[in-house]
């Protein structure tokens, strides 16, 4: 329960911030307070249990996202090794489109992530690079199975794939 509170105030507070100066109560106006809080308490619903719980654990919640220097970290890997990752697979992709060099196809990733929130992270880092998609995610085991622009190993390593993205996601998340 303390996880939806908190990702729900969490996201309130960030909807607040897009919003800001759009109205005339207090820089807002009613309706953006009322969709704001409803908006608000749907994330809370969804995305708290993301966040705050654990895959190997029997589903236990932990608060370690709540942690201000975890979300420095996560601040750190956006500005750093992700954009830098993505200006070099832009360029990778960019030069596999003109030369026509491509290899398409889709790989295992094991990961080995411990949190829900780890997975999704990488997950959607992943997603975010051009030249590479994830597709499906096995509950079980948190392999990730991933649309690659060009497979050299049928069985890559995840560095191989995602350069940095497993640690700096186990670094953040877990």
């Known amino acids: ?33 009322i969709s704001g809080a409803v908006l608000s308490l749907i994330v809370g619903a969804i995305a708290g249990r993301v966040a705050f ?22 601040l750190v890997y956006l500005i750093g090794p992700f954009l830098w ?10 030069y596999r489109v003109i030369t026509g060099k491509i290899r398409p196809g889709i790989v295992r990733l094991s990961p080995g992530l411990s949190t ?9 880092s992943i997603t975010l690079t051009p030249g590479t998609l994830t597709v499906d995610v096995d509950e079980e085991s948190g392999d990730l199975f991933v649309h690659w622009i060009n497979v050299r190993d049928t ?5 191989a ?8 996601a186990r670094r953040i998340a877990e």
Request: charged share 20%.
């Open 116 to 124: 829900d929130f780890g997975t999704t992270l990488l997950a959607n």
């Open 161 to 168: 794939v995602c350069g940095s993205f497993v640690d700096w």
């Open 53 to 74: 719980n654990r895959k190997k654990e029997g589903r236990k919640s932990s608060l370690r996202m709540l942690n201000p220097l975890r979300w420095l970290l996560f």
């Open 85 to 94: 990752a993505m200006a070099k697979a832009n360029l990778d992709v960019a």
């Open 155 to 159: 069985d890559p390593s995840a560095e």
């Open 1 to 33: 329960m303390l996880a939806f509170f908190v990702t729900a105030i969490g996201a309130f507070f960030f909807y607040l911030l897009l919003t800001f100066g759009s109205g005339t109560i207090v820089a807002w106006s009613l309706e953006e307070w």
